[in-house]
């Protein structure tokens, strides 16, 4: 499996389960043509944040948002606790 590919593997279980709100962010699509979103479940996980958590996804820093010093915070737990791709190198 590609690294490319480790974030919707992530995600895929989660398409059945309804969404409670989906709050897009300003701009809404991406230069890639993906939608921008924070995403709440109806059990009030916020998938955002638990991907990154889980070392799943990625703070990206370029744009200050909402969520962005927790996003640095999720992601420096994961990166020191080597969960999901942010594991060191052999």
């Not at 398409?15 to 890639?32: P, T």
């Not at 009030?44 to 996804?57: C, E, H, P, S, V």
């Not at 820093?61 to 594991?87: I, M, S, V, Y």
Request: proline share 4%; net charge neutral.
């Amino acid at each position: 499996m590609s690294l490319a590919s480790w974030p919707s593997t992530f995600t895929a279980p989660v398409h059945d389960v309804a969404v409670a709100s989906e709050s897009c962010l300003i701009g809404h699509k991406d230069k890639y043509g993906r939608t921008l979103a924070y995403v709440f479940l109806e059990d009030a996980t916020f998938l955002n944040a638990d991907k990154i958590r889980q070392g799943y996804g990625f703070a990206v820093t370029r744009f200050p948002f909402k969520h962005l010093e927790e996003f640095c915070r999720l992601e420096k737990e994961a990166r020191d606790n080597e969960r999901g791709f942010l594991t060191k190198a052999p």
